[in-house]
């Protein structure tokens, strides 16, 4: 019977759960669960309020149609049912138990009265007969009392009075009694208890509780985890109007939100998108993801990875969106910053992938050239043979075609060998070997031997001039040797493409160009030597009235094997490498290279450099150690002299060679007064003062001087007088004063086909000299302490034509210095006793002062020297070549340093024998 | 072995001692300048070369041999041997006296000691090779041929 009223309950609860109790209350508890408990301050209870005074907001009324109208309500609502009536079942399982335990309880203790009663009804069948007595009953019910007391638990009756007796029966009848009356209240006391049991569960099985119960749990659950998730939730319907919203940092106030489209309450960037993503997923019908930044006014840039999904009604119908959005503004942060070092990575290894490919282009290209300089180094070896050989040819009888084959053979060669060395100069720019070398030098000495030089070999009418303005400082140092080179290579390609008119140098001193101040830097770092001069900025102009450059050639100019055009490398010749050179040459050392020119009018070559300007006290000490360049004696005016000119000669009967050379307009002042030797060594140096003793020269090395050697100075007429008696007749104006040719006037036929040929200068010098050196051998000296070095380098010489006194250490090569007259020293740098560097500052030494007291103070046989010292001296400074056994640069300054014009890098070649006697011995 | 062969294997092994770095291009120009007026100098050269050398190494053998090296000896002699090797062309020994004299100026006393050998070792070498050298070409010039020339630019 219980039972059957249990189950009935239940079924009563069911009903009333689906039927009325739940939207309310589920409603009430989503808004709370969503929108009114937020963690803790003002928004808290201004939130509450709201929700309390307003309780019409759409979402609240909303919500649980909502929740019915769709199928996520109703599956939602369906579990709910589902758990409870789990939970009901489980209670009415534990409830039946209990009762069955209980009717088993009963069923005994009912069992257990039946049996009392039989009992009782058995052994009451006499007593009922049996008369009571007071007394004894009353003394039985006091014995009965007793008993029980005692026997309590044994659940027997034991009657201590006789059996069958009145008493015996009072007292059985009476313990029966209470026995019943124990059973009753212990059956009372179960239905109580069961009683109260089923109101228990009566109270416990309300099914609102339990829901209510699921319910807080599962807010507590959802605020457990949403508690500070950067999450926006909500619902829109289907014209994308709020109904729902759960921000856990909201910045607006529901009503703001709710009832309106994303459109209606932001504006800025993202928000049209935002809302165009959720009107697709709206179309679509189709759950999906999106990162979207917005740019707001209210919140800022913030990024938010948002889900939207479609929501339908039981009938199917979309009805509107629910969204959740997570802000993920860091992470995009982050991601992008890997997304952009990836790529940088990836950029990167494309530039490392690239700049290997150029490394490696570039080594190619350096090995390239480094073939190419090799292998050029290769042809000039036995070139330079074909070509020396072709020259002892032509100083042997031959009729005039054979020397004319010969000519265009020797200046084919030398073309040849002249695009060698200048393959070879630019490979050395090009691949940075070229180092340049700072020395002191007078640019107005230099500009002058270049002049002089090309007026040497001139075999046009024109007028070279230089003109340096008085600023420009009387010694600078740089590398006079790369800057001759400029100077000569420009000067030649102007005297090239000039036929009338003039050539010529102008310096002046200018302020620091733009170019160079951008690069004040890297100049700084490059030219930086350790002293500490201030820098000074001279232009060069080179200019001529040549044929000019037309100005669509102009910018191939510099450009290697170029020409300005294809006409003119055939009527001119030469390599085309010349400007190309000079362009780097200038730009290694600093400076930049320009041209200027009109055709028919004429080119101006400018190049500006940077220059030191030495101390004045080194430029005392310099006197000493460089006096290659400078005379010792020299007059004042010299050194500052501004102005040359070299006229060519009127009327002059050598009209193929001979160029005058003269000072014509500063007629007073000793201009240039020259040595044949000097000219020709490309060492011109002024040795007015030293006539007296050139001409001692002139009578020891015979008759080739005579006709070559025109020493004059316009300031001493004794010169002049010389000059005269010398015969030549060659000076005609009165404004020459001093020229000198070292093409010997028999080879005046010679000449002329040569101009022809554009042979250089230097060529016919050559030549000159081979042919004069037949009557009279120069005196070489080679000083070198290794036997086999002294055997190899002898066996040189002999192959060249030439003999050698042999000194094996630098105290003999002085004793044989002061012995007899050299042209041409070989020195070896490191011998024992003396070495080459001391040796040639004493020789350089006596030069000067004409005594060995230097030398007797380093400790030479004193006696030796003192004895011959009167005898023979020294006039013109003596060549003297060392012979080092490295080529680094720093050797090589050594050299310079101690007095020495030149170097030959051990081990000597023949070549490079060859190319130092051309250079030194004419 | 006929001439022709005799000539052909000269010039392999010439070729060999410049490909091998023994010799260098100054060899050639001892070469260029042996002619008729001089037909010996190649040879004069190098026996000078290895006279000199013999005695070079025996004294810096002795200098190195001392309880306190003095470099102030050894030096001018790995010089000495540094020119006349440059100056045959016996490349390997020019190289291994120029590490030497590196050694010389840090006065590296074991090192020198190695350098010694190393220089030594190359040393022979270029003299072993050059006697036979002079052998093949004594061969030739006995069986009346002509000693060919060396090929340039190999």
């Given at each position: 019977?219980?039972?059957?009223?249990?189950?009935?309950?239940?079924?009563?609860?069911?009903?009333?759960?689906?039927?009325s109790m739940w939207p309310e209350d589920v409603g009430t508890e989503a808004d709370k669960q969503f929108n009114v408990e937020k963690p803790a301050g003002d928004l808290d209870t201004l939130k509450e309020v709201t929700i309390e005074e307003k309780p019409t907001i759409a979402d609240l009324t909303r919500l649980p149609d909502l929740l019915n109208s769709t199928h996520q309500g109703t599956s939602q609502l369906t579990n709910l049912v589902k758990q409870w009536e789990y939970m009901?079942?489980?209670?009415?399982?534990?409830?039946?138990?209990?009762?069955?335990?209980?009717?088993?309880?009963?069923?005994?203790?009912?069992?257990?009265?039946?049996?009392?009663?039989?009992?009782?009804?058995?052994?009451?069948?006499?007593?009922?007969?049996?008369?009571?007595?007071?007394?004894?009953?009353?003394?039985?019910?006091?014995?009965?009392?007793?008993?029980?007391?005692?026997?309590?638990?044994?659940?027997?009756?034991?009657?201590?009075?006789?059996?069958?007796?009145?008493?015996?029966?009072?007292?059985?009848?009476?313990?029966?009694?209470?026995?019943?009356?124990?059973?009753?209240?212990?059956?009372?006391?179960?239905?109580?208890?069961?009683?109260?049991?089923?109101?228990?569960?009566?109270?416990?099985?309300?099914?609102?509780?339990?829901?209510?119960?699921?319910?807080?749990?599962?807010?507590?659950?959802?605020?457990?985890?949403l508690q500070n998730a950067p999450i926006v939730m909500g619902h829109q319907d289907k014209d994308l109007r709020y109904l729902f919203i759960y921000n856990k940092y909201p910045s607006l106030r529901e009503q703001d939100i709710l009832g309106k489209t994303d459109v209606e309450i932001f504006h800025g960037g993202g928000v049209k998108e935002s809302e165009d993503f959720k009107r697709e997923v709206l179309e679509k019908g189709k759950a999906s993801k999106r990162e979207i930044t917005f740019t707001t006014d209210l919140f800022g840039s913030k990024t938010f990875l948002i889900y939207v999904e479609p929501v339908y009604n039981k009938a199917g119908e979309k009805i509107g969106i629910n969204y959740m959005g997570m802000e993920v503004t860091d992470q995009v942060v982050k991601r992008e910053k890997m997304a952009k070092l990836r790529e940088d990575n990836a950029v990167r290894k494309a530039m490392e992938s690239e700049l290997n490919k150029t490394i490696h282009i570039t080594?190619?290209?350096?090995?390239?050239?480094?073939?190419?300089?090799?292998?050029?180094?290769?042809?000039?070896?036995?070139?330079?043979?074909?070509?020396?050989?072709?020259?002892?040819?032509?100083?042997t009888k031959l009729d005039k075609e054979q020397?004319?084959?010969?000519?265009?053979?020797?200046?084919?060669?030398?073309?040849?060998?002249?695009?060698?060395?200048?393959?070879?100069?630019?490979?050395?720019?090009?691949?940075?070997?070229?180092k340049l070398e700072a020395t002191k030098f007078r640019p107005r000495e230099v500009v002058k031997h270049v002049l002089q030089t090309a007026a040497a070999s001139l075999k046009k009418s024109l007028t070279l001039e230089g003109n340096i303005t008085d600023d420009v400082p009387i010694e600078v140092v740089g590398d006079v040797l790369r800057i001759r080179q400029i100077l000569t290579n420009l000067i030649s390609n102007a005297i090239k493409f000039t036929h009338d008119g003039h050539v010529g140098i102008k310096l002046q001193v200018?302020?620091?160009?733009?170019?160079?101040?951008?690069?004040?830097?890297?100049?700084?770092?490059?030219?930086?030597?350790?002293?500490?001069?201030?820098?000074?900025?001279?232009r060069c102009d080179v200019y001529d009235t040549g044929i000019g450059i037309p100005e669509n050639a102009l910018p191939c100019l510099f450009k290697k094997y170029m020409q300005a055009s294809a006409d003119h490398a055939r009527k001119y010749g030469g390599t085309g490498l010349g400007l190309a050179i000079c362009k780097q040459l200038?730009?290694?050392?600093?400076?930049?290279?320009?041209?200027?020119?009109?055709?028919?009018?004429?080119?101006?070559?400018t190049f500006i450099l940077p220059y030191k300007v030495a101390t004045s006290d080194d430029y005392s000490d310099d006197q000493d150690e460089f006096s290659d360049m400078t005379d010792h004696q020299s007059e004042p005016d010299d050194t500052t002299e501004g102005y040359f000119q070299f006229k060519p000669l009127l009327g002059s009967i050598y009209s193929n060679g001979g160029p005058v050379i003269g000072n014509g307009f500063l007629p007073h002042k000793v201009m240039l007064t020259t040595s044949p030797i000097k000219l020709i060594n490309g060492f011109v140096a002024d040795h007015s003062n030293n006539t007296g003793q050139s001409e001692m020269v002139q009578v020891e090395n015979g008759g080739y001087v005579d006709e070559t050697k025109l020493e004059t100075s316009s300031g001493h007429c004794p010169e002049s007088a010389h000059q005269y008696e010398n015969g030549n007749g060659r000076c005609f104006s009165k404004e020459s004063e001093s020229c000198s040719s070292s093409q010997a006037s028999s080879e005046g036929g010679t000449l002329e086909m040569e101009s022809e040929?554009?042979?250089?200068?230097?060529?016919?010098?050559?030549?000159?000299?081979?042919?004069?050196?037949?009557?009279?051998?120069?005196?070489?000296?080679?000083?070198?302490?290794?036997?086999?070095?002294?055997?190899?380098?002898?066996?040189m010489m002999k192959q060249l034509g030439h003999t050698m006194d042999i000194a094996n250490n630098g105290v003999e090569a002085i004793n044989a210095i002061n012995r007899s007259s050299y042209d041409l020293v070989l020195m070896d740098v490191c011998m024992p006793v003396l070495d080459g560097l001391k040796a040639t500052r004493l020789i350089r030494s006596y030069e000067e002062s004409g005594n060995w007291n230097a030398a007797i103070e380093a400790g030479v046989d004193k006696e030796i020297l003192e004895n011959e010292q009167v005898c023979v001296r020294s006039t013109n400074r003596l060549p003297i070549i060392a012979m080092t056994a490295n080529t680094l640069a720093e050797s090589s300054e050594e050299c310079y340093a101690n007095g020495m014009d030149s170097f030959i890098s051990k081990p000597v070649t023949l070549q490079k024998l060859r190319e130092c006697l051309q250079q030194y011995l004419h | 072995m006929d001439l022709v062969q005799m000539q052909k294997s000269l010039q392999d092994y010439t070729k060999s001692l410049f490909l091998e770095g023994i010799l260098d291009s100054q060899f050639l120009q001892l070469q260029q300048l042996q002619d008729e007026s001089n037909p010996d100098f190649v040879s004069q050269v190098v026996t000078l070369f290895f006279q000199d050398s013999d005695r070079i190494l025996n004294d810096l053998s002795l200098s190195l041999g001392q309880q306190v090296v003095d470099f102030k000896k050894v030096d001018p002699h790995v010089h000495q041997l540094k020119g006349s090797s440059s100056s045959i062309g016996a490349q390997r020994v020019k190289n291994a006296c120029v590490v030497f004299r590196n050694f010389c100026e840090q006065q590296n006393v074991e090192a020198c000691h190695r350098c010694l050998q190393q220089v030594k070792q190359e040393y022979y070498l270029v003299k072993n090779r050059l006697e036979t050298l002079f052998k093949l070409e004594q061969q030739i010039v006995a069986s009346g041929g002509m000693i060919p020339a060396v090929e340039l630019g190999f």
């Open positions: 019977m219980v039972c059957e009223m249990e189950t009935d309950q239940i079924e009563e609860m069911d009903v009333e759960v689906l039927s009901q079942d489980n209670a009415v399982r534990l409830l039946r138990e209990e009762l069955k335990i209980l009717n088993r309880q009963r069923e005994e203790a009912e069992a257990k009265e039946l049996k009392i009663i039989e009992d009782y009804k058995f052994e009451s069948n006499e007593p009922e007969n049996v008369p009571v007595l007071d007394e004894t009953s009353d003394l039985f019910r006091k014995f009965r009392q007793k008993k029980r007391d005692a026997l309590v638990d044994s659940k027997r009756i034991e009657i201590d009075e006789e059996f069958d007796t009145v008493a015996y029966w009072k007292q059985k009848a009476l313990s029966l009694e209470k026995m019943l009356e124990a059973s009753t209240e212990r059956e009372r006391r179960l239905v109580e208890k069961l009683h109260e049991s089923l109101k228990t569960m009566e109270s416990h099985a309300a099914p609102v509780q339990e829901l209510t119960q699921n319910l807080n749990r599962a807010e507590g659950f959802l605020h457990f985890i080594e190619e290209t350096m090995r390239a050239k480094e073939m190419l300089a090799t292998m050029s180094h290769e042809i000039r070896s036995p070139l330079s043979g074909v070509v020396g050989m072709a020259e002892i040819l032509s100083t020397r004319q084959l010969l000519n265009v053979m020797i200046s084919s060669g030398d073309l040849v060998l002249q695009l060698i060395n200048d393959i070879l100069d630019l490979s050395k720019v090009e691949s940075g070997v070229m200018i302020s620091e160009p733009s170019f160079a101040r951008d690069n004040a830097l890297n100049a700084d770092a490059e030219v930086d030597n350790g002293l500490t001069e201030t820098s000074v900025w001279i200038v730009e290694l050392m600093g400076g930049q290279l320009t041209v200027t020119s009109r055709v028919n009018e004429g080119s101006t070559f040929l554009t042979v250089s200068s230097q060529r016919e010098e050559e030549k000159a000299e081979t042919n004069l050196t037949e009557p009279s051998k120069p005196k070489i000296l080679l000083v070198e302490d290794n036997k086999i070095n002294i055997m190899v380098a002898k066996s | -």
